[in-house]
Structure formats: C-alpha cells, structure tokens
C-alpha cells in the first residue's frame, strides 16, 4: 500500500513538474523520515514488542504513551538540527526550487509523523491488523489527493503538510484514558527496556535517510536535479521487488530463525530464506529489466530513461541489497545488535561515500557502480559476520 501510494504520488509530481519536482519532494520527504526514523526504528519498534508481551491494556496504552514520550525526545533535537542545516543549505539540500521555510517546516513535520509510526507499532504489537490497514491506506492517499489537488505553486507544501494529518489517529487510540499502572517491577523493568531501543534507533535511523538527501544532493551538484530525479525513480521502481522481499524476511523467516537460533536448523532456515527470498527477486528484477521502458513510462514518463547499463548495475546493486538482508536478519536473530549497527555504514552511507569520493566525471552508470559495489561489501560484511558468530558459538550458545 506504502509503495503503490508514493509511485502514485512520483507519478503525478512527473506530469505535474518532470524529474526535478520528484526529486524535490524526495529531499523533503527524506527529511520527514531522518526526524521520524530516529524514534521509529528504534523506539517504533520497541512498542511493537512490549505490547505483544503485555497481557494489560492499561499497560499497552501507558506503553505507548512512552514510546511517544520517548520518541519525541529523540525527533526533537533531531528536528532542531535539520532545520538549522535547512536554514542554512537550502539550495544543497533541495535545488532553487523549494524555499527555506518549506524545508524548515519539513523537519517540524517530521515529529509529526512519530505518532503514526508510534500507533501502528502499537496496533502490530496487537496484531490489529484491520486497524494498521486502515492506517496505510490514510497514509496513501491523503498525499495522493494533495498532490493532485494542491495548486502548482504549494503541492511540496500540501504533500508535506499531508505526512502529519494521520497524527491525528492517535486521539482514537489514546482516547479519555489517562490512566498510568501503578509502580511496580514488571512496569519499571518494561519502561527500561523500552528504553533501550533508543540507541540502535536513533544510529540507524539516522543513517538512511541522512545517506539518501546526501546521494541526492551529490548527483544534482555534479550533474543535475534531472538526474537526481532519474536516481529517484530507479530506487522506487527497484524497491517494488526489494520492499517485498523484505517484508517477506521481516514477517516470515525472521521469526523462524529466532526460534531455530542455537539449534541444527538454524543454517537449514537460513540456506531456506535466502532460496526462497533471492531467487525470486532475481527473477522479477530480471523481468523488470526487460521491461524498463513501458515501466518506467507508466509510473512516470517517457523522458524517465536511462541507458540499459544504467538499469542493469543498479538492478544488480538492488539484488546484492536484498542478498545482504538475509545475514541482516540472521544477526537480528542472534542478537548480534554491534554487527547490526556497524553493518548499517556499509550500505547506503558507504553509497554516499563513493559518490562523494567518484564525484568527478560523475554519470547516472557509475553511480549504479558505486550501489552495487556499495551493497557487495555490505553483504559481504553481514555474511562474514554470521559465519564468526557461528564459529564462535559452537554448541549452540546464544549472544546478548
């Protein structure tokens, strides 16, 4: 639903203003993500847990009102930070075309967007899925209906206004209630491991977002926001393959390999995961390939083409990127949260770094390089690893 809203919504922005008006509400919206991913890949996913392990309603509701609590703490000095940056390095960030204030009010829009993320955790953790489908589909289509309805002059605003309306679902979750359990260990012990999540969250939360308006940002330096806007749409149209295998690895196998961790059938699920996960993605990637131009014409234009090598690296790179999720997720399952952490500089901040290191003579095919090269050594890194932690572990003992 996520993905089919934002095509809908790059599509329309194509018809609407071509490639530089894609990739100007891509930096705005990266800097919704970098105020809002430092709570919600961490904390966001905390409450999910927490409530999934708490039999009391009353303890669900005062849980999420300290993952809110939490989360704004950290999106907070995240925001003041961005904004100040935007303030001042407005045309680095966005081009010409978006003014100061916009990408101020980005940043503000970004603890907005906390809530949402924080009450669909809440709702997983419940396993209400009704509820979070319901959610998805707002979050689609309000920024649909702006960018079709907003005038020529404010559709980046309209959009970015559009990402904090669904803030509003946390008035039906919270309601009346106020009322916060009463001390004792259980409560005590449940907040402080709440807590912990902040740490992982705001480093990775911070990274691929962070990673995304500087890669942008370096390709429309070098070359142009044209191009900028072309890197966007390989990005969207290869993460209709990529999102999907993850979700897949993240609601399916991840699961199955926590239980089997410290057990024979842990490298059995694993070898499971990546043939059941890889080869499909290979092939859909390879389909998407081969039919590159009416794709990329129906979910932008005509003028969104790119040389078959072009398309072929970053499509390669996308592959290596769903490769590299298959460790990722097995060190998940082992709890090896350092190498999780120190992993995540080697994909899309290592992407960053090369374009910065190979900006001169910078073209669209060497920047597709660079993504495959970048998620080579990412997956190269995740793999070795898991086969160290396995070493390390003979009898099956399991990691903190």
């Given at each position: 639903?996520?993905?089919?809203?934002r095509s809908?919504?790059?599509?329309?922005?194509?018809?609407?203003?071509?490639?530089?008006l894609?990739?100007s509400w891509?930096?705005?919206?990266?800097?919704?993500?970098?105020?809002?991913?430092?709570?919600l890949?961490?904390?966001?996913?905390g409450?999910?847990?927490m409530?999934?392990?708490?039999?009391?309603?009353?303890?669900?509701?005062?849980?999420?009102?300290?993952?809110?609590?939490l989360?704004?703490?950290?999106?907070?000095?995240?925001m003041l930070?961005?904004?100040?940056?935007?303030a001042?390095?407005?045309?680095?960030?966005?081009?010409s075309?978006?003014?100061?204030a916009?990408l101020?009010s980005?940043?503000v829009?970004?603890?907005?967007?906390?809530?949402?993320?924080?009450?669909?955790?809440?709702?997983?953790?419940q396993?209400?899925r009704d509820?979070?489908?319901?959610?998805?589909?707002?979050?689609?289509?309000?920024?649909?209906?702006?960018?079709?309805?907003?005038?020529q002059?404010?559709?980046?605003?309209?959009?970015?206004?559009?990402?904090?309306?669904?803030a509003?679902?946390?008035?039906?979750?919270?309601?009346?209630?106020?009322?916060?359990?009463?001390?004792?260990?259980q409560w005590?012990?449940?907040?402080?491991?709440?807590?912990?999540?902040?740490?992982?969250?705001v480093?990775?939360?911070?990274?691929?977002?962070a990673?995304?308006?500087?890669?942008?940002?370096i390709?429309s330096?070098?070359?142009?926001?044209?191009?900028?806007?072309?890197?966007?749409?390989?990005?969207?149209?290869?993460d209709?393959?990529?999102?999907?295998?993850?979700?897949?690895?993240?609601?399916y196998?991840?699961?199955?390999?926590?239980a089997?961790?410290?057990?024979?059938r842990?490298?059995?699920?694993?070898?499971?995961?990546?043939?059941?996960?890889?080869?499909?993605?290979a092939?859909?990637?390879?389909?998407l390939?081969?039919?590159?131009?009416?794709?990329?014409?129906?979910l932008y234009?005509?003028?969104f083409?790119?040389?078959?090598?072009?398309?072929?690296?970053f499509?390669?790179?996308?592959?290596?990127?769903?490769?590299?999720w298959?460790?990722?997720?097995?060190?998940?399952?082992?709890r090896?949260?350092?190498?999780?952490?120190?992993?995540?500089?080697?994909?899309?901040?290592?992407?960053?770094?090369?374009?910065g290191?190979?900006?001169?003579?910078?073209?669209?095919?060497?920047?597709?390089a660079?993504?495959?090269?970048?998620?080579?050594?990412?997956?190269?890194?995740n793999?070795?690893?898991?086969?160290r932690?396995?070493i390390h572990?003979?009898?099956?003992?399991?990691?903190?």
């Open positions: 639903m996520g993905l089919a809203g809908a919504v790059d599509k329309v922005l194509t018809l609407r203003g071509g490639p530089e894609v990739a891509a930096q705005l919206g990266s800097i919704i993500e970098l105020v809002a991913g430092v709570a890949a961490g904390v966001g996913t409450i999910s847990v409530v999934a392990q708490s039999a009391r309603l009353d303890h669900q509701q005062s849980l999420l009102r300290e993952s809110l609590r989360g704004l703490a950290v999106s907070v000095p995240a930070a961005i904004a100040a940056v935007s001042c390095f407005p045309e680095a960030l966005a081009g075309g978006v003014s100061r916009l101020v980005s940043a829009i970004g603890c907005f967007a906390v809530v949402p993320g924080m009450v669909n955790g809440y709702w997983l953790g396993q209400r509820r979070m489908l319901a959610l998805s589909i707002a979050a689609a289509v309000l920024p649909l209906l702006a960018a079709v309805g907003a005038p002059s404010g559709v980046l605003a309209a959009l970015a206004v559009s990402q904090a309306l669904p509003l679902a946390v008035v039906f979750v919270i309601g009346a209630s106020s009322s916060t359990p009463g001390a004792s260990p005590e012990q449940n907040r402080r491991t709440l807590r912990r999540y902040v740490t992982p969250g480093v990775i939360g911070v990274l691929t977002p990673s995304m308006l500087a890669a942008r940002s390709v330096s070098v070359m142009s926001w044209h191009d900028a806007g072309l890197l966007q749409s390989l990005w969207r149209v290869s209709w393959v990529a999102s999907v295998a993850g979700g897949i690895m993240a609601v196998f991840l699961p199955r390999l926590s089997a961790h410290g057990t024979p842990f490298a059995l699920e694993l070898r499971r995961t990546a043939l059941m996960t890889i080869a499909p993605a092939v859909a990637l390879a389909m390939f081969a039919l590159q131009r009416p794709v990329f014409a129906l234009d005509a003028s083409r790119m040389s078959d090598t072009t398309v072929a690296l499509f390669a790179g996308s592959l290596a990127r769903i490769a590299s298959v460790p990722f997720f097995a060190l998940y399952a082992m090896r949260t350092r190498a999780v952490t120190a992993g995540e500089f080697l994909s899309l901040p290592l992407f960053a770094a090369l374009l290191v190979f900006q001169d003579g910078l073209t669209l095919e060497r920047a597709s660079l993504w495959l090269l970048a998620y080579l050594a990412y997956w190269l890194f793999r070795t690893m898991v086969k932690a396995r572990e003979p009898h099956g003992g399991r990691a903190d």
